[in-house]
């Protein structure tokens, strides 16, 4: 029976598994940047008001439907009616554009850690970062090689694969993490980043600020493309969903918060910008470890910590199309991969050549890695969210009581679920679409 339903060996086995999936580039790449962006402190308040009260319900309720239907996503709609196929089919459509540009900065890491150990000599980090994304023969060949990292996993198959990669390099992700941060404290003028992360100013609130933070906490968690659904539905005996989702969200937040106490110390140090964007890991922190003894071996350390991190969240955005494909086209696992391999390949080779070469081929506007961001954090994401609640909520009936003991608690959740965070989707939806 080689494409049965693979189950989790351990319930700590599949919370290590989401908390993988959960912690990522989200956490270490984009968290950083978009709080610099938005200001620092503010928006770590807003970010943290909404992760910890509106995400949950999302949360629970797209680990619930996994494990209430034991489908993987386009089942999991059909269950309700043959016609939902369609919705349920968007999910791993997601994913897909998904892969093919967390893949592509999945290549930069790797990159960034081979020239870590060839040439720590680079000075002008700013530079190397656009000549290399410029190239289009390493980007592209770093791209699927991190692709191909990934997928080995997945093909290898739940028990087997994703559960050892989540045992072992989990661990060492928390450990590496932590030495940094004791480095960065001891930096002169540390206090000043504690500062810019800690000590809000309240007139930088703005309607942006939620809407981004939103985002932000949607990706962060993987909530929205099906991959929680999916790990939800490898779930047999677990009655916990609720405690699986605190653990989730309270270790996601640990681990952006840990990522912010290790970066923003060192970029005010350093007296660098914390506003810089996109390139703040890429190009900011490379430049930082070159101007400290032994950069090279802590910028290694650095960019391991963010491959375990990013090789944990690819696996959980392939798992959701994999385990579509292997019920949805009868495939066997091994198949199932090589074909999505093949997939993603053909759309994130081109993502990692639009900074280069495939420049000036824009889609509305945009180069496709930004068209490919910008299309599943604003748009997707959020759409199939507002889908997941309503399925959840008004089809597959799933209610507060089934999980929560506290009935007020319960009953908030089932207004939530119903109406307040669909209304909150619909409004994001519609400020994203403008
Ligand atoms: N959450 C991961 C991160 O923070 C990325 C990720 C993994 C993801 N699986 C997902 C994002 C599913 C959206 C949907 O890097």
Same mark, same amino acid.
């Given at each position: 029976?080689?494409?049965?339903?693979?189950?989790?060996?351990?319930?700590?086995?599949?919370?290590?598994?989401?908390?993988?999936?959960?912690?990522?580039?989200?956490?270490?790449?984009?968290?950083?940047?978009?709080?610099?962006?938005?200001?620092?402190?503010?928006? !770590? =308040?807003?970010?943290?008001? /909404?992760?910890? @009260?509106?995400?949950? +319900?999302?949360?629970?309720? #797209?680990? $619930?439907?996994?494990?209430?239907?034991?489908?993987?996503?386009?089942?999991?709609?059909?269950?309700?009616?043959?016609?939902?196929?369609?919705?349920?089919?968007?999910?791993?459509?997601?994913?897909?554009?998904?892969?093919?540009?967390?893949?592509?900065?999945?290549?930069?890491?790797?990159?960034?850690?081979?020239?870590?150990?060839?040439?720590?000599?680079?000075?002008?980090?700013?530079?190397?970062?656009?000549?290399?994304?410029?190239?289009?023969?390493?980007?592209?060949?770093?791209?699927? !090689? =991190?692709?191909?990292?990934? /997928?080995?996993? @997945?093909?290898?198959? +739940?028990?087997?694969?994703? #559960?050892? $990669?989540?045992?072992?390099?989990?661990?060492?992700?928390?450990?590496?993490?932590?030495?940094?941060?004791?480095?960065?404290?001891?930096?002169?003028?540390?206090?000043?980043?504690?500062?810019?992360?800690?000590?809000?100013?309240?007139?930088?609130?703005?309607?942006?600020?939620?809407?981004?933070?939103?985002?932000?906490?949607?990706?962060?968690?993987?909530?929205?493309?099906?991959?929680?659904?999916?790990?939800?539905?490898?779930?047999?005996?677990?009655?916990?969903?609720?405690?699986?989702?605190?653990?989730?969200?309270?270790?996601?937040?640990?681990?952006?918060?840990?990522?912010?106490?290790?970066?923003?110390? $060192?970029?005010?140090?350093?007296?660098?910008?914390?506003?810089?964007?996109?390139?703040?890991?890429?190009?900011?922190?490379?430049?930082?470890?070159?101007?400290?003894?032994?950069?090279?071996?802590?910028?290694?350390?650095?960019?391991?910590?963010?491959?375990?991190?990013?090789?944990?969240?690819?696996?959980?955005?392939?798992?959701?199309?994999?385990?579509?494909?292997?019920?949805?086209?009868?495939?066997?696992?091994?198949?199932?991969?090589?074909?999505?391999?093949?997939?993603?390949?053909?759309?994130?080779?081109?993502?990692?050549?639009?900074?280069?070469?495939?420049?000036?081929?824009?889609?509305?506007?945009?180069?496709?890695?930004?068209?490919?961001?910008?299309?599943?954090?604003?748009?997707?994401?959020?759409?199939?969210?507002?889908?997941?609640?309503?399925?959840?909520?008004?089809?597959?009936?799933?209610?507060?009581?089934?999980?929560?003991?506290?009935?007020?608690?319960?009953?908030?959740?089932?207004?939530?679920?119903?109406?307040?965070?669909?209304?909150?989707?619909?409004?994001?939806?519609?400020?994203?679409?403008?």
């Amino acid at each position: 029976m080689e494409n049965a339903r693979p189950n989790w060996t351990s319930r700590f086995a599949f919370i290590l598994a989401s908390v993988g999936s959960a912690v990522g580039l989200g956490n270490i790449w984009r968290f950083p940047y978009i709080m610099g962006q938005y200001g620092g402190a503010v928006f !770590l =308040f807003v970010y943290l008001a /909404i992760i910890l @009260t509106i995400c949950f +319900i999302p949360l629970v309720a #797209e680990l $619930a439907v996994g494990k209430i239907t034991q489908k993987e996503c386009i089942g999991a709609y059909e269950s309700v009616s043959p016609k939902l196929k369609i919705i349920g089919a968007l999910n791993p459509i997601t994913g897909i554009l998904i892969s093919s540009f967390y893949f592509v900065v999945g290549g930069w890491i790797i990159n960034y850690i081979v020239l870590g150990f060839i040439n720590p000599s680079v000075n002008d980090y700013a530079q190397y970062f656009t000549n290399f994304t410029q190239n289009p023969v390493s980007t592209c060949v770093y791209t699927i !090689l =991190f692709l191909f990292i990934c /997928i080995f996993f @997945t093909a290898r198959g +739940i028990k087997k694969g994703i #559960e050892f $990669a989540n045992n072992v390099l989990m661990p060492l992700f928390a450990v590496i993490l932590v030495g940094l941060i004791i480095f960065s404290l001891n930096l002169p003028n540390a206090y000043q980043g504690l500062e810019y992360m800690f000590k809000p100013d309240f007139s930088k609130i703005c309607p942006q600020m939620f809407l981004a933070a939103l985002g932000q906490a949607l990706f962060t968690l993987s909530i929205g493309m099906g991959a929680l659904l999916t790990y939800g539905s490898y779930i047999k005996e677990d009655k916990s969903i609720t405690k699986s989702a605190y653990t989730i969200i309270f270790s996601d937040t640990l681990f952006a918060i840990m990522a912010g106490i290790m970066i923003f110390p $060192a970029i005010f140090s350093f007296g660098l910008e914390p506003n810089s964007g996109a390139g703040l890991v890429f190009v900011t922190l490379p430049h930082i470890f070159s101007q400290i003894p032994h950069g090279n071996i802590v910028a290694i350390a650095f960019f391991l910590l963010l491959s375990a991190a990013a090789i944990t969240s690819g696996i959980s955005i392939l798992e959701a199309s994999v385990a579509a494909f292997i019920e949805r086209l009868h495939l066997s696992r091994m198949k199932s991969s090589i074909l999505l391999f093949c997939i993603v390949s053909s759309i994130a080779i081109p993502a990692s050549l639009s900074f280069g070469v495939l420049s000036s081929f824009t889609i509305a506007g945009r180069g496709i890695f930004d068209f490919l961001d910008f299309a599943t954090s604003n748009l997707l994401m959020p759409l199939n969210t507002l889908f997941l609640c309503i399925l959840a909520g008004w089809f597959l009936k799933i209610k507060g009581k089934m999980f929560i003991n506290n009935e007020f608690i319960a009953k908030i959740f089932d207004l939530g679920l119903k109406f307040i965070v669909p209304i909150i989707l619909v409004f994001l939806l519609y400020i994203g679409l403008r």
